[in-house]
């Protein structure tokens, strides 16, 4: 069954209730043998259009990772990306902002980490935890020392919003596209991977107490989800939501809307001009 790209994506104006949204859909493969090999068969795609994406050179593909402790977010980076030449794709993780960060407008420390015009950049969380775990615990607004006026709680979050949307629209018309991933997890399968992450000694260093902390505000968390993706969700930045509770079916079908996406760009190799051409004849006969 081919994966279509369209079936997770979120339309622009849409407004999203997760409820309604499945954790779980019917497997792309059919053994753990079939899934190996389509994933393969997906890296290996990935592999071969990374070099012409980077001697293209005209696109930057940015790819943004969001979803509760233990969605799979980083094994999803890790098994769909292990083709790509680490030269031309960086990844970048953002937790707790620094002191410094907090010095600046939200967006200055992930904007410092943007993909050059040729590269893949990928983003493990990013500046929407700034309207997903900011908006759960808005207390933490204090520590960025803003403004009184900026605080108006009837504007604030669209305003953030807006600043994410125009930010958005300025790196598209700037070559950058962005994809940008919402692991959907139901709540019951988090359970599963936590017990898993205090079961099995070696996973024991992926657990700590705040993310039992967290999960208590989960019906927060996914009004504020609701409410991110139905508000940026644009045509130029799209908002997928990728089932998650099978960590393998996820990996496939992000792996498909990467492939899709850089085949959309209609990229190709540098035509070389007829004096370069001659160039090259000379140095070949030197040879």
Known sequence: MKINSKDFRVRPGEKIKLKEWPTIVPPFYKSKKQYKKLLEEHVEALSSLQPLHYASGRYALLLIFQGMDAAGKDGAIRHVMSGVNPQGCEVFGFKQPSAEELKHDFLWRTTCRLPERGRIGIFNRSYY??????????????????????????????????????????????????????????????????????????????????????????????????????????????????????????????????LDALDELKMAYPKITEKRRQELKTIRSQL
């Open 129 to 258: 935890e700034e309207v997903l775990v900011v908006r759960v615990h808005p207390e933490t607004l204090r520590e960025q020392g803003l403004p009184d006026e900026s605080l108006d709680e009837k504007t604030f979050w669209e305003d953030r919003y807006r600043s994410i949307i125009d930010l958005e629209e300025h790196l598209h018309r700037n070559g950058t596209r962005i994809i940008k991933f919402y692991l959907h997890l139901s709540k019951e399968e988090q359970r599963k991977r936590f017990l898993e992450r205090i079961d099995e000694p070696d996973k024991n260093w992926k657990f700590s107490l705040a993310d039992i902390h967290e999960r208590k505000y989960w019906q927060h968390y996914m009004k504020a989800f609701e409410a991110c993706l139905s508000s940026t969700s644009t045509p130029h930045a799209h908002w997928y939501v990728v089932p998650a509770d099978d960590k393998e079916n996820a990996r496939l079908i992000i792996s498909q809307i990467v």
